[in-house]
DNA sequence: CTGAAAGCGCTTACAG
DNA sequence: CTGAAAGCGCTTACAG
């Protein structure tokens, strides 16, 4: 191992000097400074990052913190992983690291501010948590370094976040069912007291509305966003609604994914005999059996952007609004079918 | 931030009393014991890991290295989420932080021996390298702490491996494709040079020869391993064999999907026209248009062997062999079809 | 412009 | 059993 110090005995000035010269400081002679380069180049010379931290109270490390409900093996949801991967690239090209975290529900409370306070990242990303509002707020405002959550509404103004409109997803999906000629149609996806989940089923109140539809609200099932809870809410709505929908919007495409397993072994045909609709357009939608229209949000878009907006933060150049919202878009593809006039 | 100062002051020792006695090492008093613990407790004292990691000279974090071709866009395969998923929760459980790495091929040269040296990690878990055996052990070797190769063949004995077995892959899809009735077999996702991908290309020549069926080289076609290159792949076999394969073998389930637009553009049913067999089991496959059939290999097994094993390197009690084989199987679903005697 | 010193938060010999 | 000291590899005032 190759320490500064070996850098600075075969450049022959203090380590002091060696330190200012490799970190680009003012007021080093040029040619004490070449020495001090060619000689860490000659050593192969490289920071102990682990050193540095200590005196810098930094890491340049992110802590990606991405939350399943009671089981690791439930976090299935691509959509994550696009995130993850785009988040990982623009932090490494700008001289981060990223920390994987994964957390069940259950740890979140204890688990968060442990990660904030190990002094192993300089902030925190949040993927993927259902928390309610005011617990979350009041876990992130009592941690140390800064956060940002992603893809959920912001539980508090003070907290950045990178998310879509959630309202208009709900929106603009269930006005294209009705635009498809459905009157009675289900939603799969509410999380009572989460502000994501409760804005997608106010825009799907509101495109019903101005449709001048009824709102029934035996055709609102919860759904944690999860595969299997698409299964569940599928069959749940099936039974007991007083009038079989004819198309239902999933709140993601996972639980797309899920109610079309439900709907496989229960024999009901997709499109013909009930319509789908998700959200997010992750990756092979297409090739699917009956390939699902969703909802296309920009995954890696998202991804970037929150890892601009927290090394903004960390850098003290950042450009971007507190709250960052992506645009969303409709994808067509066959999971819809067009009714007649009734 | 409270430190190991604050807690020996509190409870009324030195500083190298409170951290033996934090760290249960043996010569502390019971009863001072006690007070230092309470005192942490009461000031809710977490230790400086980065401060520990400098000392220590190891940091409890193990760098995950994904790699991709040219871009980290094409890093889409859910199998390595699923890996890094199982790696990510078993090393967390036993007290170790996971390290995030994107790299493309090109930048594995220089990225590999970086992110070892730079002391950031304790070590190294490789996955998805095609580098070849003799590059990859040069760089290996050379590198200050263990590392550990997962899926790919072991580049060299001395390099730790959790894989499954390749030539049994390659022999299991093709031998059933062989008892389905079909003598024309094409494949998919040979790089030339890559063990990994040889080995299943002798098994998929294994299975002919013993089934007395001749080896013709024009139906086997180069695949990186990424979807785009499924869709290459197909065209190519489509086009330049001889014969037309009335069966495909593609070398994983992620080529399968690339394999199956390109079917579809062109207007080929899967199984009618052509039969098509994956590897990998990746999730969701029995919601596309034609159930795969693929040859299931224990992905998140896998990761949890990788991180059982990498740690028991690092703490000394590794029971696990150099090389973990991990079983596979045939997991049958619709998109081979069976063939009557010719 | 350069170097000696202090300090980041911890652990590890070692003296008492 | 306990504490003062040295040291991990670096950076940051500060004196010269």
């Known amino acids: ?15 002091s000097t060696a330190s200012n010269a490799l970190n680009g400081k003012y007021g080093v002679k040029e040619s004490t400074k070449k020495k001090v380069l060619e000689a860490a180049e000659r050593l192969n010379y490289v920071p102990n990052p682990i050193a540095q931290g200590l005196v810098n109270n930094s ?34 090209k700008r001289g981060y690291q990223v920390l994987l975290n994964l957390l069940t529900e259950e740890e979140e409370v204890q688990g968060i501010p442990r990660i904030a306070h190990s002094r192993l990242s300089d902030a925190l990303i949040l993927i993927g948590s259902r928390r309610g509002d005011e617990e979350l707020t009041e876990i992130l405002t009592k941690v140390p370094i800064p956060s940002l959550v992603v893809i959920r ?36 996806g509410n999380i009572p007291g989460l502000k994501m989940t409760e804005e997608r089923v106010r825009g799907y109140m509101l495109a019903l509305q101005e449709a001048g539809i ?28 007083s009038k079989r929908p004819t198309a239902v919007f999933t709140g ?21 005999d009930i319509s789908l609709i998700g959200c997010d357009n992750i990756p092979n939608l297409h090739l699917l059996k ?13 991804g970037r952007l929150a890892a601009r907006k927290i090394l903004g933060i960390l850098e003290g150049d950042d450009e971007l609004p507190q709250h960052v919202i992506v645009e969303s878009e409709l994808r067509i593809r066959s999971s819809v079918k067009r009714l007649g006039p009734m």
């Open 59 to 92: 890491t340049k490390t992110i802590s990606l913190i991405v939350s399943g409900p009671s089981s690791y093996k439930f976090i299935t949801n691509p959509a994550f992983f696009e995130m993850m991967k785009a988040i990982t690239e623009v932090v490494n």
């Open 214 to 241: 009824a709102y029934d609200e035996a055709l609102v099932v919860e759904g944690d966003y999860y595969q299997d809870s698409g299964l569940v809410g599928i069959r749940k709505l099936l039974n007991q609604a």
């Open 290 to 302: 009956t390939p699902l229209t969703t909802i296309s949000n920009p995954l890696s878009e998202m």
């Open 153 to 188: 509404e912001p539980p508090h103004d003070s907290i950045a976040s990178v998310s879509w409109d959630n309202l208009r997803c709900g929106y603009m999906a269930t006005k294209y069912l009705i635009e498809m000629g459905h009157r009675t149609i289900g939603m799969i």
């Open 1 to 15: 191992m190759v320490t500064i110090k070996d850098v600075a005995k075969l450049a022959g000035v203090a380590i």
């Open 252 to 272: 993601n495409d996972v639980m797309a994914l899920g109610a079309m397993e439900g709907l496989e072994q229960e024999g009901i045909r997709i499109p013909e």
